[in-house]
């Protein structure tokens, strides 16, 4: 397992870029044509990659009120770490931003839904996704990945900064902040980084575990018509009671989804 958490910058662009959607395709196969809803899509570097795949258009759904020039911002990023966009990007990607909860779109709107390490911050999970299973058309598909779960030992996002294992199911929040401003302290161009994004994050985390998400999937109206777990080889000899053993060792998951249509 890599101990690092948060890749360099060139690597970040590149695999969000690259590898993202690449894996979405060999896992879920071809998406070409689809209308594409990216829940939790932060900056829109995966939006871009998925344009290569052939699909129709790409919406990226989020939290922030973005600038109206965002996609031009995320083109000349791409460019300055030398990839070059696609062409016609303007008139297939569009962003929206929402409250958490309540989708800016109407029934049946969209193809495929894809969400890559969001779900860990989601506040109201059954929500939500009774809000994907609305947009989605009646053959539509969701491929959801999340990394990490809450209970794993990267389940803080802190394990590059803090390394007391597990430490999310025994630190408090104060706990964790004030070794955060001692990381600062160590690292002072890092202050912006860290206090301004890293540990508002982690105060955003639900705490679930793979179990946990995958009943809410089915009460939502899916069938999880694919899964795979990602795991390593872990040393849990520091892992606080009463944490189940599955809780520990699923780190992440790979999921497509199938909408259940109620019969009428």
């Given at each position: ?16 870029y ?24 932060g900056?829109?570097?995966?939006d871009f ?15 922030d ?17 030398g990839?070059?966009?696609?062409a016609?990007?303007?008139d297939?990607?569009a ?12 029934d ?9 390490s ?11 996704l009774?809000e994907?299973h ?10 959801i990945?999340?990394?990490p ?7 803080s ?6 390394r007391?294992?597990y430490?999310q ?7 964790v902040r004030?070794?955060?401003e001692?990381?600062v ?6 202050k912006?980084?860290?206090l ?6 982690y ?12 009943s809410d ?6 069938q ?5 777990v ?6 849990l ?15 992440g998951t790979k999921m497509l989804?199938?909408?259940?249509i109620?019969p009428a």
């Open positions: 397992m890599c101990d690092t958490f948060i890749p360099e910058a060139a690597a970040w662009v590149s695999s969000h690259y590898d993202v959607p690449n894996e979405t395709v060999e896992f879920c196969g071809s998406i070409a044509g689809a209308t594409v809803l990216n829940l939790g899509c900056e829109m570097l995966t990659g998925l344009l290569r795949h052939d699909v129709k258009k790409v919406t990226g759904l989020d939290l009120n973005r600038t109206s020039d965002h996609l031009e911002l995320v083109a000349k990023k791409l460019q300055q770490n990839i070059l966009p696609a016609d990007y303007q297939r990607l962003y929206r931003f929402y409250d958490g909860q309540k989708f800016p779109f109407g049946g709107e969209f193809d495929f839904l894809f969400s890559w969001a779900f860990e911050h989601v506040h109201n999970v059954p929500r939500v009774s994907i609305r947009v989605l058309r009646d053959d539509g598909r969701a491929f990945q999340v990394y779960w809450y209970h794993t030992f990267q389940g996002h802190l394990s590059d900064f803090i007391e294992p430490l199911l025994t630190r408090s929040h104060e706990w004030e070794r955060l001692e990381y302290s160590a690292h002072p161009g890092s912006d980084l860290i301004g994004h890293i540990y508002r994050e105060l955003s985390l639900n705490g679930y575990s793979a179990d946990h998400f995958y999937l089915v009460d939502a109206g899916f999880v018509t694919k899964a795979r990602i795991s390593y080889d872990l040393d000899s520091e892992l606080p009671p009463p944490t189940k053993f599955s809780e520990a060792m699923i780190c989804l199938q909408k259940r109620a």
